[in-house]
Every structure is written in C-alpha cells, then in structure tokens.
C-alpha cells in the first residue's frame, strides 16, 4: 500500500503547470511542506488552497516532485500494472513489436507516466533502471506489475540503476536470470545485447527507425559510421547493400562489439572495418572517401553549464564531415543531448555548413520512435534530434 507522508503546498499561480499534466514540480513553487518526506517518499501535491492536484515521488533538489498521478484519488501500487499496461498495448498498436522485431523500450519516464523509470526489454528481458530514489523504492511493484502483465513477453528483469542513483545500489537480477551477451533481431538485423557490461541498458533502441532509414540510401554506396558502438548503422548499411561501411569508436570494447555484430549477420572484412581511434583524427585525411558519413556521438553537454562548449563540438564534427564528404554525399547527423533544443542543433549545424563552404539541403528532421514517446505537456522529454543533410 502507498503511504502518503507529506502535503506539497503550492505558491499561488504555480498550480497552472500541475493542471496541464507537466509532471515536474520544481523547488521555486513551493510555498510549504506540510510534514517531513524523505527522499523518495510519496508525497501528495497541493494548491495554495491546499485542494489536492495530485501524488508522486518527493526528491531534494531543483525537481521537488516527480508526479505519477494527476488526480485527486489515492494511488495505490495498482498504478505501476494500469500504466505498464497501457504502455504496453500502445508498442501493438504502433507495431514496434512484430515479426522482425523483439526488442523495444517498454516505458519511457514521463512519456509514459512514470518518471524516473526506464525498462528495455530484449527479447525477453527486461532492464530496468531507475533515475529517481522513488522508482528504487517501489522496483518490487513494478516487477510484480510486469510478472502479472507481460508474463509471455518478459521471462527475466535485471534491474540497473548503480549509475543512476545517487544511492547504494547492486545491478541485479530481479526476477530469473539470463546469460549475456542475448541475441535480438531488429527489423530483421541480429545484434548480441549485454545489458551487465554494455552502456546504459545495453543497446540504443531510440536509432531504431533511423537506423533503417540510413539502409534505405545506402545502397551501392561508401558509409562510414563514427561513434559506432555496437554497429548498429553500419549492420544495416551493410544488409541494404552498401559495398563498403567503415566503423569508428574510440573504445575498444565498442570496436569489439561492433566486429561481433558485423560477423553475426554473415559479413567479412572485405565489406567491412573497424578503427579504434578518436573520430576526428580518423576525418583528417579522408577527403572524398565516403558517400554516406553518421555522426551520432555521446551527449557532449548533459547539463546546461556545459552546453557552450558542446557547442563547439557539435559545429567542429559536422564541419569536418561536411568537408570531407564525396559531392552529393549524404551526412546523418544526431545530437542526444536533452540540453540542446531542436533550434539549437540546427543552427549549430548551419554554422558548421557556413565553415565548410558547401551547399548543402536538409533533406528530414529525425527523432525517436514510437516506444521512446514524449508527452506533450512535457517537450522536455524530446532529447534525440537529428537531420539528414545533402551535401552538393
């Protein structure tokens, strides 16, 4: 049962947020706090005529209330199972899951109603990971949730949250066990999963329709994919039938996944290689190599005092390519910074095209699919942006 241990009060006027569903309650709106919530508590929300907006989980910081209901009833721990569930039945209808795909992001924080959670799940796994003390305290809820709901889509769940948390926790199996690395299939490609060792939970799922989209026009043609990690846009590069892919990452480890993938979907060296250095010393000396160059690397700001100068990187990286880039080449470029507005980026990248001294068109805006959904009382969980360029 949830146990309500404190009233949020809010200031007057600073309920108007609250009523249009946005789920974060930040510290400047506070008036009072009527008992003594700790970190991760439940709390119930409150108008400054202390009539009730509302219930989540109470954290210390700029975000005082992460909130999981808009109404004035009492949740109990039957919201995790209801909101799984419509979550859910939203992947059907969407037709994220299908024949050749059995891997896709179950819930996705507030576009799916509860923030601070994240759940993958891979071919019959899920991970789990929390990014608030709240979701930590209720994870036994929400496995039971997903043992009750998803019984023949999820068989184990690993919870990963030891790089979230400001708190002590183990990466755990929850509910059974699974061997790494797991074999998925996406849009018909086969990719090895490890969600013990791998980066957040073992594979980037918001790609997905992007990545398909790079196999469309890369047939016949020269690609080279920087950042690469586990290969995932040089595979379908590959299976649309791009003579040549190039892969780039500066670690090891991401080359050694990359080699793996390529070698599960039946390609060798000779359509394929891998380099283990830093991307922009790899572009140095490429000038007219490549007909189709991606440019998806980690988030260069994840707070704002470093978005200036992430900036700076994202006009640096795009300027090289667009340098270097065959004539009528075509560059996929991504920001995953949550930071860094659409507007931003794209101008970021005019200021690149400005540099390099090529024409160049945007041929479509990208972002993510259908199982990484952004409310839209909450804009702010609209984090990948992309574009897809044509450089004359």
């Known amino acids: 049962m949830i146990k309500i241990t404190a009233s949020v009060i809010l200031k007057h006027g600073r309920e108007a947020s609250v009523k249009r569903f946005h789920p ?13 919530p700790h970190e991760g508590d439940w709390v119930e929300v409150k108008d400054f005529k202390k009539k009730t907006l509302g219930f989540g989980h109470y954290q210390k910081g700029t975000i005082t209330v992460r909130l999981l209901s808009f109404s004035a009833e009492m949740p109990n721990e039957k919201i995790y199972s209801e909101k799984i569930t419509r979550a859910f039945r939203q992947r059907l209808l969407t037709h994220v899951i299908n024949e050749q795909t059995n891997c896709f992001r179950l819930v996705h924080g507030e576009g799916d109603g509860l923030p601070g959670l994240i759940i993958d799940v891979y071919n019959g796994i899920a991970v789990m990971q929390a990014h608030s003390l709240g979701m930590h305290r209720d994870k036994e809820w929400i496995v039971n949730a997903l043992c009750q709901n998803l019984p023949e889509s999820v068989q184990a769940v690993y919870y990963k949250s030891q790089n979230t948390l400001n708190a002590k926790t183990e990466n755990e199996y929850l509910l059974g066990m699974a061997a790494t690395p797991h074999l998925i299939t996406e849009h018909g490609n086969k990719f090895y999963v490890d969600w013990e060792e791998g980066q957040k939970t073992g594979f980037f799922l918001d790609q997905r ?20 990690y586990t290969g995932g846009f040089s595979v379908y590069a590959l299976s649309a039938g791009a003579h ?93 910074s949550q930071v860094v507005d659409k507007q931003l980026f794209y101008d970021t990248v005019v200021s690149s095209a400005i540099q390099a001294g090529r024409e160049i068109k945007v041929l479509q805006h990208l972002g993510q699919p259908a199982d990484h959904p952004v409310s839209i009382y909450h804009p702010e969980g609209e984090y990948l942006k992309g574009l897809v360029l044509y450089v004359s």
């Open 209 to 228: 329709e992007n990545r398909k989209l790079l196999g469309q026009l890369s047939s016949g043609k020269s690609v080279l994919n920087t950042f690469c």
């Open 24 to 36: 974060w309650v930040f510290s400047g709106a506070l008036q009072t706090i009527e008992g003594e």
């Open 244 to 336: 040549l892919v190039h892969s780039v990452d500066s670690s090891e480890k991401a080359v050694s996944l990359t080699k793996k993938n390529i070698e599960l979907n039946g390609f060798d060296s000779n359509q394929h290689a891998c380099f283990a250095m830093d991307t922009f010393e790899f572009l140095k000396d490429k000038k007219d190599a490549y007909d189709v160059i991606v440019l998806d690397p980690p988030a260069f700001a994840k707070h704002k005092d470093a978005r200036h100068q992430a900036m700076k990187g994202y006009q640096r990286l795009n300027a090289e390519a667009m340098k270097i880039i065959k004539p009528n080449g075509i560059i996929f470029t991504f920001s995953c």
